[in-house]
């Protein structure tokens, strides 16, 4: 292209960069993106969609196993072909990919495909990537450079992939059922695949060196989801630190530690679920003297803006939480800072995390303990699924919701949600959240006969002591 000169340059299309770029070509930006890989970034490609793919083929396998004992309808041997499970995911991350293409195209932004080098506060160098077309420029000029990295998928040290050992990327395509799975791992990572190989009939090892699983996590929750698994057959060992692996046969043998003792656990496969690590090395930075923290996130302050201050950066590459959708937030957020159209700061209590196992889990705001350990009195209404009409008629009983809010003014300040179905009804309490909601107006509100959001209008209720059908 002839013209290299743009108001934004962005370096990423994950949901964090393409989404900058689009709400910035709104806002009569020019805009160019530069990525690597695909278009969609790590969680179109090998993230969100290919998982949740995988999760609602393992939902469909519950669904039919079960069929016959709950509903009265007789399949027969259940068989399935694992390679056309991995092929529908991929699939449907393909779609998904080219459909960032289109949406990048319908706004004017310009797509480079490239391996970008941050080389001054308002220059991008481009190279070509191995495999790939050269660029059509070796160099960009922007106003303002905004650094959409994203993560990438960590390891122990010493840990190397391949031959049976994985990490989610490798997952993704591995075509061959395993017989037996260990992972390593008990966050969202580690629960999601730990759930999917078990319903495929895996025998799967989860190992997670904190106490409880998805650490971090409200302790009733976590616990919840601990026996769920259990009785899924999953084993679940807490309080064991990875030690060693080695081969044995044709299966993995893995040592964990706890207490000082060594177990040791065999696999065909061996998952890695231990985190992502920001992707913000090679890429420039330390030339320009660009402020890392620790964990190697880029440091930015309220304006998203790096210590160079043409130069931003937002989503996994600066701070956890590592979702998507606040990736997608902070890139909105980041450039109607830069044209003036909103006011510095975002707040992280506003972004919700999901986990997308059976049962699902969904949480926004601060759990009970962690407002308690900020000194905010609180009231708490907590209502299981099992007092509700739609969760006791489709069969999916297990989990509760949680509401905590202020003991004055009852404001909601967080919500813990753990049951079939809890990643799309946190949506009500997000809401609720950002518009400085109180249990007592999400109790007075008429909620749909019979939904599983019923429950999160009787949790409501239970915070004020008002509950009726629990």
Known sequence: MANSRYDLVVIGSGPGGYVAAIRAAQLKMRVAVIERDQPGGVCLNWGCIPSKALLSSAGAMDTIRGASKEHGIEVGEVRFDFAKVIARSRAAADKLSKGVLYLLKKNKVDYFEADAVVAGPHTVSLKQVEGKAAPAVGVLEGERILIAAGSGEKLFPGMKVGDGVVTSHEALVLDKM??????????AIGLEFGYFYSAFGAKVTIVELEKQMI?????????ELRRAFIKRGITVMLGHGYKSM??????WSVTVNANGAEKSIEGEVVLVAVGRTPLSMNVGLEKLGIELERGGFIKVNDSFQTSVPSIYSIGDVIRPPLLAHKASSEGIAAVEIMAGVREPGFD?????????CEPEVATVGLSEAEAKARGIEVKVGKVPFRANGKAVAIGETVGFVKIVATKQYGEVIGCQIIGHGATDIISEVVLGKALETTVTEIGKTAHPHPTMSEVIMQAALAADGKAIDF
């Open 246 to 251: 080695a081969r044995k046969g044709g299966l």
């Open 215 to 223: 650490p971090g996590f409200d302790a009733e929750v976590a616990e």
């Open 348 to 356: 992280l209590l506003k972004i919700p995390g999901c986990i997308y």
């Open 178 to 187: 395993p017989a037996s799975v260990v992972v390593i791992g008990a966050g």
